[in-house]
């Protein structure tokens, strides 16, 4: 049977949802960077209010999951992508990714870009997956964790 999830919009009530299911994820594989602090602390201001989009994946109105479409100077970030352990293997992370960029094409946009690590290997494997290449991480990238830069192309 399938699972009855639905993605929804971000509201302010749930910015420490969107903050623990990140932190959990962060702290299991890396830390919390001072960027993650800054970022996860007020996602409204670093976020919604710079022209980004967060989404989350919600099952029977229990947040499972989420994700973040930061605007940054090259073109939006896929971020803070977060799925909670009792819910991981679920294809969760898949139909968040797939919203992302059914909602970046609906924006017109030309292309989304993300960085990873690539101890991450479920992850890059998804990335490639729906299309992401690999291209050269520039040196001031704002994760020390990154350790892999990919763009996917939407038009």
């Not at 049977?1 to 299911?21: A, C, G, Q, R, W």
């Not at 992302?100 to 997956?129: D, H, R, V």
Request: hydrophobic share 35%; proline share 5%.
């Amino acid at each position: 049977m399938e699972t009855p999830l639905e993605i929804i919009d971000f509201h302010p009530e749930k910015s420490s949802i969107f903050k623990n299911l990140n932190i959990e994820w962060l702290e299991k594989y890396f830390y919390v960077e001072p960027y993650d602090h800054k970022i996860l602390g007020d996602p409204q201001s670093y976020i919604i209010d710079k022209g980004g989009y967060i989404f989350f994946a919600e099952i029977n109105s229990k947040i499972v999951g989420t994700v973040a479409l930061i605007n940054e100077k090259e073109c939006y970030e896929l971020s803070k992508m977060a799925v909670s352990p009792e819910y991981q293997g679920l294809k969760i992370g898949n139909k968040l990714i797939d919203y992302c960029i059914e909602f970046s094409k609906q924006q017109g946009w030309k292309k989304i870009m993300l960085y990873s690590n690539t101890i991450l290997k479920p992850a890059i494997n998804l990335y490639k997956k729906v299309g992401f290449k690999e291209v050269k991480l520039e040196p001031d990238v704002h994760y020390d964790r990154a350790n892999i830069k990919m763009v996917l192309k939407l038009s």
